[in-house]
Nanobody
Framework: VQLQASGGGLVQAGNSLRLSCAASGRAFSLYNMAWFRQAPGEGRNFVAG????????YYADSVKGRFTISRDNAKNMVYLQMNSLKPEDTAVYYC????????????????????WGQGTLVTVSS
């Protein structure tokens, strides 16, 4: 699967932004999907994940209650709705795909994912 993220930009604190990730290739519905982010000078950190069917979602504590991950398997798309944005949310955001097992116990590890998008920059001004 190949991934392309979009939707980043400059936004003021407190506002919202929605990221999109388009997947090409077959069997998108067999992949668990996730969003990670990487701030300048930091490692790549887990933000949110969603199971193949969309029935289960996972979030980093820092974004719980503010971000929502969703997917549309008919359109091969995954989304990240980001509300109440804070300056500390500033980062390059990456979508990622995993076709492995035991997702529920491993979803936050970058090593799990088989494919990555190119990243989209989100900048939140104070």
């Amino acid at each position: 699967v190949q991934l392309q993220a979009s939707g980043g930009g400059l936004v003021q604190a407190g506002n919202s932004l929605r990221l999109s990730c388009a997947a090409s290739g077959r069997a998108f519905s067999l992949y668990n999907m996730a969003w990670f982010r990487q701030a300048p000078g930091e490692g790549r950190n887990f933000v949110a994940g969603i199971s193949e069917s969309g029935s289960t979602t996972y979030y980093a504590d820092s974004v719980k209650g503010r971000f929502t991950i969703s997917r549309d398997n008919a359109k091969n798309m995954v989304y990240l709705q980001m509300n109440s944005l804070k300056p500390e949310d500033t980062a390059v955001y990456y979508c990622a795909a995993d076709r492995g097992r035991n997702y529920a116990t491993r979803y936050s590890s970058t090593a799990l994912y088989d494919a990555w998008g190119q990243g989209t920059l989100v900048t939140v001004s104070s």
